[in-house]
């Protein structure tokens, strides 16, 4: 069989695709786009509260802390004020007072030589405020006071505020995103129960498991916080930008020469953690691809004492993931580095030339802290953009495997089931499997190695037919094209002369009951694994397949009887009692057509009697192919067909068969 396991790991990801692959999450989105319409909607309200915490405190500051009040004294005090222009000294600034308030008026009685008065108002430089005593300068600036407390409190509000809107903002994302993960895993799961067993020969199992786990789960951001949070950043930057060239243009400009390099760096580490992510995946695939085999295998590990070389391949798997994961580290680590020093930079520029404006006058004290908060808010939603562009990588390069295998079509339902209906087939011409036929069947699981040559034969209703032949003659193959676990390369396998892949394969299957030679359980209980294939089944019709398939012994000497439960895939129990409840599970839906592939090749003497003994109560009237390694299960069929090397040699009943003297007959005699 194929063993391609990389059959699309290789594939590159690029832009183009990058958009595609976008497109094609659109619809899993859909169903919830009220959602993402309101958290875009809280996502405008949290950026504006954003950018008003920055500007309460430039108000506070200017009108209330240190007010931009009377930069030079009244015109009442002119000699003064030339005195001082004639020096060329600095204007003074001077705080206003309202003589209306009875308490200032008190004040400045105290204080007659600091105090200028021009009515309505008095004057004292901020430099002769020092001369007040405590008291005295809070009633003077109770005002001030009353503006800081509001705004202090205003302040507080706004953070409220913005927690609440956040946390409705993250209930509404997660949910939103937990829905669409949910829709995706049963996507995928649902997928993956359809498709044939050629694409469970390409594809480990811990793979799979990837992909339905680890690769759903990396969506989960993407949904969650990349969608509407880059519409935050984006907002966040035009306002903020919007803000800072209102506060000051000149100054906003100087501080935007460092925006160029940084889009230009965080496009080229964007760039480079698109591979890293890319191998990330795939490298924890095939660690869950070992670990699954690891598990699976561990009696053959042991007993061949394979545990050192079976780490070393572990340990080689583990460490090109963390040389992965450290690339990955190594980019973040100069990336964000780089952009905090490009940061830093800004605002070097901005306390400098900012300062310089207080320093002269140009520039308001509250102005340059409130252009200082904006700058630091300004480059984190250039970081958080850099950042979510490499979680969207990340969740690309899932997505990218997960809609390989959705992409796969090797699915054999529902396409049947459409290609039936545009066939005009009826459902009720398929009542009753009266005819199986083979028509010049090849077959392989390899291109030009042939498993099976044109195999022709046909079977009818109420017959026993057995397939005999060496191991590798292809027996179990011509069960698995009947059950349309593949289709044949040529030629036709047809059920009342419709060819099968115009048949629903539900109704076919629910007709159809197979024991494998190596018999699979669920974990659970004996009942539960009995009715799997027919929960409808009554108490009575349950004792009954239980007896008829010699059940009944073995289930009454467990404690628990039929509700003991049994450990992944039955290992608590023997292989010849996992057998029989296999054989009770497969009657218990009462099927037309019974199919035993090796059904007692690893079943003792006592047991296979037994075995023997159910089907001749089980299968009157039924059509039964068995696939026989040991050719006693052969005997009392109908008629028995010869395999080898993928090609009919001999075809007739066991008594027939022996006479010829044959290849059938060489095959006994080795047996005997």
């Keep these: 069989m194929q063993t391609d396991f990389g059959y699309f790991e290789e594939k590159k990801l690029g832009k183009k695709y990058d958009l595609k692959i976008l497109k094609r999450l659109y619809p899993f989105a859909m169903p919830h786009k009220l959602l993402f319409v309101c958290s875009i909607f809280l996502i405008v309200l949290i950026t504006l509260l954003d950018l008003a915490l920055p500007f309460v405190t430039k108000i506070a ?43 200032i008026n008190k004040i400045i009685s105290s204080h007659p030589q600091i105090f200028l008065i021009e009515e309505p108002f008095a004057f004292i430089s901020f430099e002769n405020l020092s001369k007040l005593s405590k008291e005295e300068l809070a009633l003077l600036r109770k005002k001030d006071l009353w503006g800081i407390g509001f705004f202090s409190s205003a302040f507080i509000i706004i953070v409220m505020l913005n927690f609440a809107l956040a946390f409705a903002h993250t209930i509404i994302m997660e949910y939103a995103g937990q829905k669409i993960m949910h829709d995706l895993r049963v996507r995928m799961f649902t997928h993956i129960q359809s498709l044939n067993l050629s694409f469970f020969n390409r594809n480990p199992v811990g793979r799979l498991v990837t992909r339905v786990t680890n690769d759903v789960q990396n969506m989960h951001e993407l949904f969650t916080s990349v969608l509407t949070f880059v519409f935050k950043d984006i907002f966040l930057l035009a306002g903020i930008a919007i803000v800072l060239l209102k506060i000051n243009t000149r100054l906003a400009l100087l501080s935007f020469i460092v925006l160029p390099p940084v889009f230009i760096i965080s496009i080229y580490f964007s760039s480079k953690s698109r591979d890293v992510f890319r191998i990330l995946r795939l490298k924890t695939a095939e660690i869950n691809t070992n670990f699954s085999e690891t598990i699976e295998g561990i009696k053959i590990l042991q007993l061949f004492l394979h545990e050192k ?21 190594h980019i973040f680590a100069v990336f964000m580095p780089v952009i905090e020093l490009l940061g830093a930079f800004a605002l070097a520029l901005i306390i400098y030339f900012g300062g310089s404006g207080v320093i002269t006058g140009g520039m308001s004290l509250g102005a340059l802290v409130a252009f200082i908060s904006y700058i630091k808010m300004f480059f984190r939603p250039i970081r958080d953009i850099a950042e979510k562009y490499n979680i969207m990588q990340n969740a690309i390069s899932s997505a990218e495997r997960m809609f390989l295998i959705l992409d796969t079509k090797n699915s054999l339902t529902p396409e049947n089931i459409q290609t039936a209906e545009k066939s005009g087939f009826q459902e009720d011409l398929f009542e009753k499997i009266e005819l199986i036929e083979f028509n010049g069947v090849m077959f392989n699981y390899i291109k030009d190695e042939a498993v099976l040559k044109n195999i022709s034969f046909k079977i009818h209703s109420g017959e ?160 039964s192919i068995i696939v026989a390694h040991r050719l006693s299960t052969a005997r009392s069929a109908d008629r028995i067909i010869v395999l080898n090397k993928g090609k009919i040699i001999e075809s007739g009943s066991h008594l027939n068969l022996m006479e010829q003297k044959g290849f059938y007959f060489r095959l006994n005699q080795l047996q005997i």
């Design 61 to 103: 500051i200017d009108r209330y802390i240190v007010p931009e009040i009377s930069l030079h004294k009244p015109s009442g005090h002119n000699m003064e004020y030339s005195h001082d222009m004639q020096n060329s000294k600095p204007e003074k600034r001077y705080y206003r007072a309202n003589l209306n308030d009875a308490g």
């Design 309 to 329: 070389e079976n780490f070393k391949k572990f340990a080689k798997l583990n460490h090109e993931h963390y040389n992965a994961g450290m690339s990955q580290t």
């Design 464 to 623: 026993t037919m057995a397939v005999a032949g060496p191991t590798g003659s292809g027996k179990t193959s011509l069960v698995n094209l009947l059950l349309r676990f593949y289709n044949p390369v040529s030629g036709a396998v047809l059920i009342n002369g419709i060819d099968i892949k115009n048949i629903n394969i539900e109704k076919l299957r629910s007709k159809t009951a197979l024991v494998t030679q190596d018999p699979f359980l669920f974990s659970g209980t004996i009942r539960e694994n009995i009715i799997f294939g027919n929960r409808n089944i009554s108490e009575k019709k349950l004792a009954e397949v239980i007896e008829a398939s010699n059940c009944t012994h073995m289930i009454e000497k467990l404690p628990r009887g039929l509700a003991t439960r049994l450990g992944e895939g039955g290992e608590s129990i023997s292989s010849g009692e996992k057998q029989l409840i296999s054989i009770a599970r497969a009657f218990a839906r009462n099927p037309e057509l019974i199919i035993l592939d090796e059904a007692t090749s690893y079943i003792d003497s006592e047991t296979e009697i037994k075995i023997q003994e159910a089907l001749s109560n089980l299968t009157g009237g039924k059509t």
